[in-house]
């Protein structure tokens, strides 16, 4: 009995360039990418997801073994690139949630308590740090990572193996990301923005007035105590938006049917 395996050294490169762009993409997801999940994990969900894509996309590559490696190489490369491009994207919109908690904790006169990021292993303002678990949480409740496994099938659609990068398109979803991730995160802290206003100013006021008054340690706590009373108020509006924000950058990584 005659085995053929000719087909298996072009197989094993198909594999391997589709592993490039996956396992790029999964190093930088939301809650797949943190650095405080093992190397190993992320190594087999890229594998797993890799074992899933090959089957669908691998009439798209066309390997040749037996000539030069050096395509080959720049192959790979690109692949690489476009995993990045994807899961920068999709990272960037925890930024939002950073950038909320920074301006957050800076109203409610907790802008000098920070704490160690656990999914960054940095130091980051304690609100900014809950916002972000909060989200990644949230993410995975709702099953919305799923739409990152759809985006990642149809990236096939918009980036295919070995044409040309479209470097002006590729800018321009990075400009529109980062401007979209502050915008949403200034949206998400308007509340707070105007209950700093307010305060501020009652407390200016109450100063001229009674100058004989320590404001600052009467303004401190309050500050707090009711900025945490809005938190509480207004937090599941914010995880809301949050998530449509995050639903609609993923929906515009799917180019439409």
Known sequence: ?????????????????????????????????????????????????????????????????????????????????????????????????????SVIAQQMGLGFVTAVDPTQGQQGLLIGNFLTLLGITLLFATDSHYLVIAALND??????????????????LATRAFAAAFRIGMQLAAPFLVFGLVF????????????????????????????FLIFSFIIVAMMGTFLDYYVGVMHDLIPPS
Do not use: C, W
Not at 158 to 172: K, L, Q, T
Not at 209 to 225: D, K, N, R, T
């Open 200 to 227: 501020n100013i009652g407390l200016g006021v109450l100063a001229r007035l009674m100058p004989q008054m320590q404001v600052y340690f009467v303004g401190v706590p309050l500050s707090i105590l009711a900025g």
């Open 1 to 101: 009995m005659h085995v053929d395996i000719s087909l298996l050294p072009a197989l094993a490169a198909t594999f391997m360039l589709v592993f490039a762009r996956i396992g790029a993409m999964v190093m930088l997801l939301p809650g797949l990418g943190e650095t405080n999940i093992p190397v190993r994990i992320k190594l087999a969900i890229a594998l797993l997801l890799t074992l899933i894509i090959l089957p669908l996309h691998r009439a798209a590559y066309h390997v040749d073994i037996q000539a030069s490696m050096m395509p080959l190489l720049v192959l790979m490369i690109h692949e690489i690139i476009i995993g990045v491009v994807l899961g920068a994207t999709a990272r960037v919109t925890l930024a939002a949630l950073q950038v909320a908690g």
């Open 155 to 172: 990236s096939y659609a918009i980036f295919s193996p070995g044409e040309m990068m479209p470097s002006g398109d590729v800018a321009a």
